[in-house]
T-cell receptor, first 114, second 112 residues
């Protein structure tokens, strides 16, 4: 089945540690996105990528880093510089990055910093 | 980007129609209106989108006001599985169209 997978579903991290969240898609989509969601809030864009080896910062990129070495994969690293990393992280992909595209979301990773 | 306003919450009875409103009074002529929904502890799911004309698909209908300053998502027969947060989103045909800008949405409760 085509879709987006994120792993792990739950992640616990000690303060001061970097952690990498995985996102893989087999939809052959060019564009991929990372969003963050805090309780009771909408989603906010962290990074997006329209093509391999290229990515752009979203609204809240500070403390995060990404890579796009393969079309299928867009991992997100939450660094120790991120002040408040506990949140629900969602990865999405779309065939194009434009006003009519449909974004397909993964199931999310819930990160808790202890 | 233009903003949207939605009620925080709505209730509906199972198997009855639901009309979810969205105001977007500052919409521009090239903004598309998208709706997504998010079930508890899941990623959002695309529902429908439109520009000027009303739209129908297997999940829902989208009714767009003639002046485009408001729209309504219509679920024709609500089921318990439709209980979710519904987001109304405007997407401009420009560089910022790459992202989905989510507000806080409408929490729909479906009563059995």
């Amino acid at each position: 089945d085509g879709g987006i997978t994120q792993s792990p579903k739950y992640l616990f991290r000690k303060e001061g540690q970097n952690v990498t969240l995985s996102c893989e898609q087999n939809l052959n989509h060019d564009a991929m996105y990372w969003y963050r969601q805090d309780p009771g809030q909408g989603l906010r864009l962290i990074y997006y990528s329209q093509i391999v080896n290229d990515f752009q910062k979203g609204d809240i990129a500070e403390g995060y880093s990404v890579s796009r070495e393969k079309k299928e994969s867009f991992p997100l690293t939450v660094t120790s510089a991120q002040k408040n990393p506990t949140a629900f992280y969602l990865c999405a992909s779309s065939s194009i990055a434009g006003p009519t595209d449909t974004q397909y979301f993964g199931p999310g990773t819930r990160l808790t910093v202890l | 980007d233009a903003k949207t306003t939605q009620p925080n919450s709505m209730e509906s009875n199972e198997e009855e129609p639901v009309h979810l409103p969205c105001n977007h009074s500052t919409i521009s002529g090239t903004d598309y209106i998208h709706w997504y929904r998010q079930l508890p502890s899941q990623g959002p799911e695309y529902v429908i989108h439109g520009l000027t004309s009303n739209v129908n698909n297997r999940m829902a209908s989208l009714a767009i006001a003639e002046d485009r300053k408001s729209s309504t998502l219509i679920l024709h027969r609500a089921t318990l599985r439709d209980a979710a947060v519904y987001y109304c989103i405007l997407r401009r045909n420009s560089g910022s169209a790459r992202q989905l800008t989510f507000g806080s949405g409408t929490q729909l409760t479906v009563l059995p």
